[in-house]
Structures are given as structure tokens and as C-alpha cells.
């Protein structure tokens, strides 16, 4: 395993990685993790009973856009000094494009990219390892507009 014991893993995004987690910050148990991914990954260390143990924070935030993640970077990403980070962001990107609330809150393909790939560059130096989630709708028909406006912004993670 490439994960040495005591390493710092943080998870970052929206709702997909928040899953009620504990505020301010989500560590330490399970519930302070919340009820998702990051508490199944979580759950897949502790068998190995590793000293020190791996340190998981979950910083995910619902609602949040890569916008709102920009703004948080510094004090939630960074700050706690993650090893390994984690980036799951997408869906409110795509989503407010077709809620039809706020038009300004929507963001489009180009500032996703530009914004990601801004963040990760930044990210890179002070890591040892970085995991980029492609966002996902759970929509089977290809054809729909949502669907295919997800598998964009994926497109342009996997970039």
C-alpha cells in the first residue's frame, strides 16, 4: 500500500463529500465523517490497525461550486496539511445551470476548467499524492441535457 501509517488524507467538495459531516471540522470518528464515501474509506483503514493511525478530515460542503471552493482553499484544503487530497466537485456547477434560480450562480465549462486546474496547480508542490473525482449525474439516458453537460465537466477533470 502506497499509504504510510500517520498520513494526512482530506477530502474536499460538495454535498457528495459533506454526507453530514461534523462542523467545523469533520474528523476523528465516524460520525464526525458523515454517512458517505469518505466514512467507507475511512472503514477500509481501520482493520489495518496502523500506528500511527492514517488522519481522514472530511471538508466537504454542500451546495458548494468550484467557485465556493476557490474561496475556501487556503484555510480548508491546504491549511490542515493533507498527504494525499481528494477533490470531488462538479455537481452545483452543473446543476444551476438548469435549476433555473440564479443564472450568476452557474458555472460555466470555462471557469470550471480554469479554476480547477488553478487549484491543482497551486496544490501540487505541497502533496505527495492527489486523487481527482470525476462529478457523476445518475441519469442513464446520454442524451439528456444534464447528462451530457455532467460527462463534459468530468471530461474536464479527467483533463
Known amino acids: 500500500m502506497d499509504i504510510a501509517p500517520g498520513t494526512r488524507l482530506l477530502f474536499i467538495g460538495d ?3 459533506d454526507c453530514d459531516r461534523l462542523r467545523p471540522v469533520g474528523e476523528g470518528t465516524r460520525a464526525a465523517l458523515g454517512k458517505g464515501y469518505v466514512a467507507a ?6 482493520p489495518l490497525q496502523l500506528e500511527p493511525p492514517i488522519r481522514i478530515i472530511n471538508m466537504g460542503v454542500s451546495g458548494n461550486t468550484v467557485r465556493d471552493l476557490a474561496l475556501r482553499w487556503d484555510t480548508d484544503a491546504l491549511a490542515p496539511g493533507p498527504d494525499w487530497l481528494s477533490v470531488m466537485i462538479g455537481i452545483n456547477d452543473v446543476w ?3 435549476d433555473g ?4 450562480a452557474a458555472v460555466m465549462p470555462g471557469e470550471f476548467a480554469r479554476t480547477y ?3 491543482v496547480t497551486r496544490s501540487l508542490p505541497r502533496l505527495k499524492r492527489l486523487v481527482l473525482m470525476t462529478p457523476y449525474y445518475v441519469q442513464p439516458s446520454r442524451t439528456d441535457p444534464m447528462r451530457r453537460r455532467m ?3 468530468a471530461a ?3 483533463d
Open 41 to 46: 474509506v475511512n472503514a477500509a483503514f481501520l
Open 101 to 104: 434560480r440564479d443564472p450568476s
Open 15 to 17: 454535498s457528495v463529500t
Open 96 to 98: 444551476r445551470q438548469f
Open 117 to 119: 486546474e488553478g487549484l
Open 151 to 153: 460527462d463534459e465537466y
Open 156 to 158: 474536464i477533470v479527467r
